[in-house]
Nanobody
Framework: QVQLVESGGGSVQAGGSVRLSCAASYSGHRRFCMGWFRQVAGKEREGVAAIDDDGDTSYADSVKGRFTISQDYTKTILYLQMNSLKPEDTAMYYC??????????????????????WGQGTQVTVSS
């Protein structure tokens, strides 16, 4: 069983920065791939960034060079550092986890179907 709780969302002006966190709790030790997704009302959820247990990462083209995904050394807290934010980054951001899975080996791990566990989401609003 995996539980994910996101935090850190809020409102920011364009050009600003926000750091999202996702606290993960697991029963039993497993290797996990973790990801960040976002969704705007009426649109499909889209992958933003992923990191596997070896630290390999992938990013959506729309956020490359602006967002950074990372984990703490215990691998129980996932981060998404978002810089140079744009109004089009406004969305509900979700944390996701999947047992096993490897960035590169299993693709970029940016598809919703790659993940079995999801958090409740945290809203990020970027104003122009």
């Amino acid at each position: 069983q995996v539980q994910l709780v996101e935090s850190g969302g809020g409102s920011v002006q364009a050009g600003g920065s926000v750091r999202l966190s996702c606290a993960a709790s697991y029963s039993g030790h497993r290797r996990f791939c973790m990801g960040w997704f976002r969704q705007v009302a009426g649109k499909e959820r889209e992958g933003v960034a992923a990191i596997d247990d070896d630290g390999d990462t992938s990013y959506a083209d729309s956020v490359k060079g602006r967002f950074t995904i990372s984990q703490d050394y215990t691998k129980t807290i996932l981060y998404l550092q978002m810089n140079s934010l744009k109004p089009e980054d406004t969305a509900m951001y979700y944390c996701a986890a999947q047992g096993g899975g490897g960035v590169g080996f299993d693709g970029d791990m940016l598809e919703t179907t790659d993940y079995s566990y999801w958090g409740q989401g945290t809203q990020v609003t970027v104003s122009s």
